[in-house]
């Protein structure tokens, strides 16, 4: 009942968000120029359906790994927030310890995993659902300050991943070569999804990556991975949220120490090493620098 309780909450929250999204679009007056007949109702229900995906089959992830191995777990637990994003993410509470380190390598990726594969699909339809901008539209849009290339700003500023797949996707869209204003909706949820998953992977400890890194290196080497995650949010100005980890660990009956298997002396196995590369390719291609809202 509480998961349920959460989960509309959380549900009724990001409309919220979305629809002063949506608002804020209206108000500079471009989005009446090229959609002038648009649902604002709707269009609150696409930025819900886009982000609720990503954060929803992200817990799922972990969920089903919990399941494959016979962990106990519980179902997600949905954070409502205020907006812009109208919520926090959501967890899932572990009940019973991973046996060994190959289980918590997998309970630590599977969930960014997932994650990262739905916001690539959430890109790709970012995409398909643009809207086509004549040349006299597309000059009005920078006028506005709206650009139909709103992923053009890496590094640094945007997810090195949206902008190569809303580059591919573009490119199969647009036979005739004009210029595409992705959904501002799917295209936001899409950029929070990036934004969850590399927070989410940053090898500290018992993030996603710390579970991860945990798994890989043991005890020693997630103390040290612990400190570069530590670095790396700072470095991209995600100073709340690195104060808040921090806290965590000050405060937390463990410490700076990540979730510890059962049999924590058998290594990790080798093919699990070699997906410890494709996390690292994910965290970097979800890396961006955060923006004002997330770094003040």
Known sequence: MINLVLFLATILTVFVAGYLLWLAQLQQGFIQTVVPNSNIYLEAIAF??????????????H??????????????????????????????????????????????????????????????????????????????????GTSSTDWSAWPFQQPAIAIIVSGLATTLRSETGGAILFDPQLSFAAQIGALLTFLNLVPMWQLDGGHISRSVFGEGGHRTSTVIGLLILIAARYYPFAFLVLAFMLFSRRGFAGVEPLDDVSPVSNSRKLLYFLGLVMLLLTFAVAPPFLSG
Do not use: C, W
Request: aromatic content about 10%; glycine content about 10%.
């Open 63 to 144: 969920k089903a790994a919990a399941r494959h191995h016979k962990m106990d777990a519980t179902l997600p637990y949905f954070v409502p927030g205020p907006p812009p994003i109208g919520t926090f993410g959501a967890v899932i509470s572990l009940r019973s310890p991973p046996a060994n380190r190959d289980q918590l390598f997998d309970l630590g990726l599977s969930g960014p995993l997932v994650g990262f594969v739905v916001t690539i699909v959430v890109i790709i339809l970012s995409v398909v659902f643009g809207i086509y901008l004549s040349p006299a539209q597309f000059q009005q849009a920078q006028q506005y």
């Open 48 to 61: 819900v359906a886009g982000l609720v995906a990503i954060i929803g089959l992200h817990e799922f992830g």
